[in-house]
């Protein structure tokens, strides 16, 4: 069975520190790659997505990015975090196209900006 | 692009009534709607989904609803029981497909 892991689970950083978050998926090939970002009390905002190596979409002009070195490895990253980069990360992962089949979430890492 | 519009953003009702959440949606192209629930401090996880091709689609106490006419489309939960308190979010197809575009969500929550 397909199994999505992500990592740190919780994450205390101060402005201005670099970032970098990490979501692998185990038990399928060539997912379609997701990450989101849900601030407190509010929705899921689409990040960046990926249909296969090396290749990003960037949904948000933000001072974050991703990268996609392996297969089933999606990484998330900043070179300088801002107080308004705090939230609940979400990584997801779909077999097919993620805008018609069902998204796995991964368990989430917490991020506080201080 | 998709644009993804879900109201109520909070409801509250007592336990063995019936909740109503609405979406609308701006891409008449879109043909894969679904619902995702999020209970507090976990992850989302699909609770039900409709195609373009029906109109309404049951899955024991709750149900989804499409009007493609109108493009919006609705998640009805009858009986409704403590443990359905959650966050829910409604989705559409973005990018011809290749991601999902959500809603802001509904805080759904169940009183005895």
């Known amino acids: 069975s397909q199994t999505i892991h992500q990592w740190p689970a919780t994450l205390v950083q101060p402005v201005g520190s670099p970032l970098s978050l990490e979501c692998t998926v185990e038990?399928?090939?060539?997912?379609?790659l997701y990450w989101y970002r849900q601030a407190a009390g509010r929705g899921l905002q689409l990040l960046f997505y990926?249909?296969?190596?090396?290749?990003i979409s960037s949904e948000v002009p933000q001072n974050l990015s991703a990268s996609r070195p392996q297969d089933r490895q999606f990484i998330l990253s900043s070179k300088k975090l801002l107080l308004s980069d705090s939230g609940f990360y979400l990584c997801?992962?779909?077999?097919?196209?993620?805008?018609?089949?069902?998204?796995?979430f991964g368990p989430g890492t917490r991020l506080t900006v201080l | 692009g998709e644009n993804v519009e879900q109201h109520p953003s909070t409801l509250s009702v007592q336990e063995g009534d019936s909740a109503v959440i609405k979406c609308t949606y701006s891409?008449?192209?879109?043909?894969?709607f679904p619902w995702y629930k999020q209970e507090l401090g976990k992850r989302p996880q699909l609770i039900i989904d409709?195609?373009?091709?029906?109109g309404e689609k049951k899955d024991q106490r709750i149900a989804v609803t499409l009007n493609k006419t109108a493009k919006h489309f609705s998640l009805h939960i009858t009986e409704t029981q403590p443990e359905d308190s959650a966050v829910y979010f409604c989705?559409?197809?973005?990018?011809?497909?290749?991601?999902?575009?959500f809603g802001k969500g509904t805080t759904l929550s169940v009183s005895s």
């Open positions: 997801a992962w779909s077999a097919l196209a993620g805008g018609n089949n069902e998204q796995f």
């Open positions: 038990g399928t090939s060539n997912p379609n």
């Open positions: 990926s249909v296969g190596i090396g290749q």
């Open positions: 891409d008449s192209a879109s043909n894969y």
């Open positions: 409709i195609r373009s091709n029906v």
């Open positions: 989705a559409a197809p973005y990018q011809a497909g290749t991601a999902l575009i």
